[in-house]
Nanobody
């Protein structure tokens, strides 16, 4: 059974930082591209960043230069360091594991709330 467990969300003020972690179990971690997405009520889920096991990274333009994604294959961990947070970063953040091959599946965590407000 695949599980992705996120942690690290919370309430911060604009300009502050947060780090989100996601620990995976039940899958061969190195065979999955790991990513972070976010969703605001009433809107579609939005891509933030992803990283494959070789370290190739993609970022959404909205977070480039502020957010940093990383992974530790030994710990089955993917992290998102978020600096310079803005109110528009407020959302539910989700961890995603996408198999290199489609038949390996696509999995989501339960989400963690990030709120940026004064």
């Amino acid at each position: 059974q695949v599980q992705l467990v996120e942690s690290g969300g919370g309430l911060v003020q604009p300009g502050e930082s947060l780090r989100l972690d996601c620990v995976a179990s039940g899958l061969v971690f190195s065979l999955y591209r790991m990513g972070w997405y976010r969703q605001v009520p009433g809107k579609e889920r939005e891509f933030i960043a992803d990283i494959n096991s070789g370290g190739i990274i993609n970022y959404a333009d909205s977070v480039k230069g502020r957010f940093t994604i990383s992974r530790d294959n030994a710990k089955r961990l993917v992290s998102l360091q978020m600096n310079g947070l803005k109110p528009e970063d407020t959302a539910e953040y989700y961890c995603n594991a996408a198999g290199v091959l489609r038949e390996w599946g696509d999995y989501w965590g339960q989400g963690t709330q990030v709120t940026v407000a004064s």
